[in-house]
């Protein structure tokens, strides 16, 4: 993943995402797949001249006025919070129900797509020919503890980029998550949260997988963490004998748009 020029904190990263209602059956052999596989994309972006909080909203809020192109059905931001970044700026990212709906948008994108990016190329460009793309996998049902995104759309994202151990691999992987929706189960005081698992689809991938934590605060998130310190001893354990993982890459996160029946 290419770095990006630094980003005020408001919004130093756009990253879209979609969550359609693909169901997949649960292999009680290597592990649950509650929604996926989706075909998601990282761009790099970069900040313009004309950046500021005003003109990124005001970008924002115009792209939402566009129509969505056929295959993603969900979008937000997310600006990196905290010092030690392993990005101190941001992605778009992109997830679409397959390759060849991604590849319909951006080889045939509509005139009033064409017309905002020119508009507001002043304020923050995209990297489209650089694209990164990851199959993407929700292992359990993201309302499970309730609505994540607030009223306003904010939510607070936690992500690890990890590494299988010597012997080990998406199975296995699959495998621990059995474990860990168990340990999710039998937590009474879990507040709003949801994970998935990113595998990367593009070639000199610097790992093997990308892990995100989703929660509606910090606060929340802090909380979580502190019980899955206290209570996740176990469950952490297998994790580490399988995979081994980067300090996490904390953002600040809003949704833009929702259609889960795309």
Same mark, same amino acid.
Request: hydrophobic share 35%; glycine share 6%.
């Given at each position: 993943?290419?770095?990006?020029?630094?980003?005020?904190?408001?919004?130093?990263?756009?990253?879209?995402?979609?969550?359609?209602?693909?169901?997949?059956?649960?292999?009680?052999?290597?592990?649950?797949?509650?929604?996926?596989?989706?075909?998601?994309?990282?761009?790099?972006?970069?900040?313009?001249?004309? &950046?500021?909080?005003?003109?990124?909203?005001?970008?924002?809020?115009?792209?939402?006025?566009?129509?969505?192109?056929?295959?993603?059905?969900?979008?937000?931001?997310?600006?990196?919070?905290?010092?030690?970044?392993?990005?101190?700026?941001?992605?778009?990212?992109?997830?679409?129900?397959?390759?060849?709906?991604?590849?319909?948008?951006?080889?045939?994108?509509?005139?009033?797509?064409?017309?905002?990016?020119?508009?507001?190329?002043?304020?923050?460009?995209?990297?489209?020919?650089?694209?990164?793309?990851?199959?993407? &996998?929700?292992?359990?049902?993201?309302?499970?503890?309730?609505?994540?995104?607030?009223?306003?759309?904010?939510?607070?994202?936690?992500?690890?980029?990890?590494?299988?151990?010597?012997?080990?691999?998406?199975?296995?992987?699959?495998?621990?998550?059995?474990?860990?929706?168990?340990?999710?189960?039998?937590?009474?005081?879990?507040?709003?949260?949801?994970?998935?698992?990113?595998?990367?689809?593009?070639?000199?991938?610097?790992?093997?997988?990308?892990?995100?934590?989703?929660?509606?605060?910090?606060?929340?998130?802090?909380?979580?963490?502190?019980?899955?310190?206290?209570?996740?001893?176990?469950?952490?354990?297998?994790?580490?004998?399988?995979?081994?993982?980067?300090?996490?890459? &904390? &953002?600040?996160?809003?949704?833009?748009?929702?259609?889960?029946?795309?």
């Amino acid at each position: 993943m290419n770095k990006l020029v630094k980003i005020y904190s408001f919004v130093a990263i756009i990253f879209l995402v979609s969550c359609s209602d693909k169901d997949m059956s649960e292999d009680v052999n290597t592990g649950p797949i509650h929604l996926g596989p989706y075909y998601n994309e990282f761009l790099a972006c970069d900040a313009g001249p004309n &950046y500021s909080k005003e003109t990124i909203t005001e970008m924002l809020s115009a792209w939402q006025e566009l129509q969505v192109a056929e295959g993603l059905g969900w979008a937000g931001v997310y600006a990196p919070v905290g010092e030690n970044h392993r990005f101190s700026n941001g992605w778009w990212e992109l997830e679409w129900d397959t390759k060849e709906s991604s590849d319909n948008a951006f080889n045939n994108p509509s005139p009033e797509f064409v017309s905002w990016a020119e508009e507001y190329s002043e304020v923050m460009t995209c990297d489209i020919e650089g694209r990164f793309p990851w199959t993407f &996998y929700l292992p359990r049902d993201p309302n499970s503890f309730g609505e994540v995104m607030g009223d306003d759309g904010y939510f607070a994202s936690e992500f690890l980029a990890c590494d299988f151990n010597e012997g080990k691999s998406n199975s296995d992987l699959r495998a621990t998550v059995v474990a860990f929706n168990e340990y999710l189960d039998e937590n009474d005081s879990q507040s709003p949260y949801f994970f998935g698992v990113y595998y990367p689809e593009y070639e000199n991938s610097e790992n093997d997988f990308l892990w995100g934590n989703w929660h509606s605060t910090f606060e929340t998130m802090k909380a979580g963490n502190a019980d899955w310190e206290e209570n996740g001893k176990a469950v952490q354990a297998k994790f580490d004998e399988i995979s081994t993982c980067m300090s996490p890459d &904390y &953002y600040d996160s809003w949704e833009l748009y929702n259609n889960p029946n795309s």
